[in-house]
């Protein structure tokens, strides 16, 4: 490494730094000169430079962890207001606005949707392996999918090796799976534990 390449490292580390920062304080009432002042940047450089390496500003970096952290509230069942709060809005009005903005729902209609979705999972659990990484294991039993466009078209279930053009035909399972990719088109085998 040259010698000439160290000040550049130092800048880059400093905004790493500051990133850092947002995502530990996200929660607190920082703004851009609070955090500019951790990376030992002027305000505005810092946000020109900040942009630069993340694609946006600080403050668009910091609602986006807001919201990133209040979705992971909801979904473990903390009401709206106390997601608000917690994640560092001071308007739960604004933070409603805002969340519909980015998420493209209501916050109570987003938590909703993910506890039905917690629901279902807890249900039916084979419907929700992705095709892709359940195609990863093998067995004692197997689901053959095929994915077609994304949406899975037929389900088989073997005792054997699902390689073989014997596997044997079972249809007292009926278990869809979730598609990996709208462009494929194969064979998708389950492993059951």
């Given amino acids: 490494m040259s010698i000439n ?3 550049k490292l130092d800048l880059y580390r400093r905004i790493v730094q500051a990133k850092l920062f947002i995502d530990s304080n996200y929660a607190e009432r920082i703004d851009a000169g609070e955090i500019a002042d951790e990376a030992c940047y002027s305000k505005f450089h810092f946000i020109r430079t900040f942009k630069s390496i993340y694609g946006r500003t600080p403050h668009q970096y910091l609602t986006h962890v807001r919201i990133e952290r209040a979705k992971e509230l909801l979904e ?3 009401s709206v207001t106390e997601a608000c709060f917690a994640v560092g809005f001071d308007s739960l009005g604004s933070f409603t606005s805002l969340f519909k903005r ?7 209609e987003y938590q909703r949707r993910q ?4 629901a279902k999972i807890k249900k039916e659990p084979l ?6 990484f359940a195609a990863l294991f093998v067995g004692q039993c197997y689901f053959v999918v095929t994915v077609l466009g994304g949406q899975s078209i037929a389900l088989k279930t073997g005792t054997t090796n699902p390689h073989d053009n014997d596997t044997k035909q079972d249809s007292n399972h009926p ?7 709208p462009s494929l088109k194969r064979r ?5 534990p």
């Avoid at 980015?102 to 109570?108: E, F, I």
């Fill in 5 to 7: 390449n160290l000040p």
């Fill in 76 to 78: 473990q069942g903390v």
């Fill in 102 to 108: 980015r998420a493209g729902v209501t916050p109570s």
């Fill in 115 to 118: 506890l039905e979705r917690k």
């Fill in 127 to 132: 419907r929700f392996i992705p095709g892709c």
């Fill in 175 to 181: 278990v869809t799976a979730s598609p990996c990719h």
């Fill in 188 to 192: 998708v085998f389950f492993c059951l």
